[in-house]
């Protein structure tokens, strides 16, 4: 990583990083019902039989996919892929009956244990971070409308050239991350600055696939969060901000237009602000 300090992140890099941190994450996780197994997998198959039915495939193909699919995994590049082409619904289905706060994608940058603030923060971030000031401010509440206490907010994004801090090499490990725990009032504020778009790395296996289709590589830029309270349920979603580009062909599809924010210039006079609450469903 540090010999290409110089050249941003790679896919070979980021791509390794989120692995790693995905497996991590899987290895303490999930159990899956074998019917659900049977029944998913036979289904996805299918679909993928008519698929090469419907256009007719020929081996040139079925060998061009195979040796790009043993190269994502070279790559490490499945979590990149698979959030940009696939979680998008998998949010939809899983957060359908959610009254509150809308969700989108985690994406493949989320780390846990983001240094911890109270009600108000400004998130770690280098001297002179480029980029304009933001205030990102709100309340947690419940559906009626009642503050949530102990309700952490976490909250990452990409710096001004649009990079991650622990997926690209020379940012300081936990730059542009902060999670905050409400007080008695549900009230959050991150001072920050506003990231620029994101692009996902074009040059390895998830690149190839775009430029192979003519496509391009491109997310707007966003914010993440995740809300997490007891007794609720939790919310990982993303806002992105009115007028950004790619906001209409998100190569990941995670916009929503609840999600877009209207920021106006902060009352401080330095930069913008913007008040976004949320109202959480019940556990
Ligand atoms: C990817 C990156 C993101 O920052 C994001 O929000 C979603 C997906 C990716 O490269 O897969
Ligand atoms: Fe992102």
Redesign the pocket.
């Known amino acids: 990583m540090t010999a290409t300090a110089d050249l941003g992140p790679t896919a070979a890099g980021?791509g390794r990083l989120a692995t790693e941190r995905f497996t991590e994450k899987a290895r303490a996780g999930a159990a899956v019902d074998q019917e659900r197994v049977s029944a998913i997998a036979t289904d996805a198959l299918s679909a993928l039989h008519e698929v090469i039915r419907k256009h007719k495939l020929t081996y040139a193909e079925y060998d061009a996919l195979k040796a790009w699919l043993i190269r994502v995994g070279e790559d490490g590049e499945w979590?990149?892929?698979l959030?940009?082409w696939v979680e998008h619904v998998v949010e939809e289905v899983v957060n359908a009956d959610r009254k509150g706060a809308v969700g989108t994608?985690e994406?493949?940058?989320y780390i846990p244990g983001s240094p911890q603030f109270t009600s108000e923060a400004t998130l770690p971030m280098r001297e002179n971070e480029a980029g304009t000031p933001f205030l990102f401010q709100g309340t947690v509440t419940d559906l009626d409308g009642n503050p949530v206490q102990d309700a952490r907010v976490e909250l990452w994004h990409?710096d001004d050239d649009g990079y991650?801090s622990q997926f690209a090499p020379g940012i300081p490990e936990w730059n542009l991350r902060g999670t905050i725990v409400t007080g008695a009032d549900g009230r959050f504020a991150f001072h920050t600055i506003k990231p620029a778009p994101?692009q996902?790395?074009t040059d390895g296996s998830?690149g190839a696939l775009i430029a192979a289709a003519g496509w391009h590589a491109w997310?707007p830029a966003?914010l993440?969060f995740k809300v997490t309270a007891a007794g609720k349920q939790p919310v990982t979603s993303?806002l992105y901000f009115e007028g950004g580009t790619h906001l209409e062909d998100d190569v990941?599809q995670?916009v929503k237009p609840e999600l877009v924010l209207h920021p106006t210039p902060a009352a401080s006079g330095n930069g913008e602000e913007v008040t976004y609450d949320f109202p959480l469903d019940p556990a």
């Open positions: 980021s979590p990149l892929f959030d940009v994608i994406g493949p940058y990409a991650y994101y996902i790395p998830c997310r966003h993440h993303q990941a995670a």
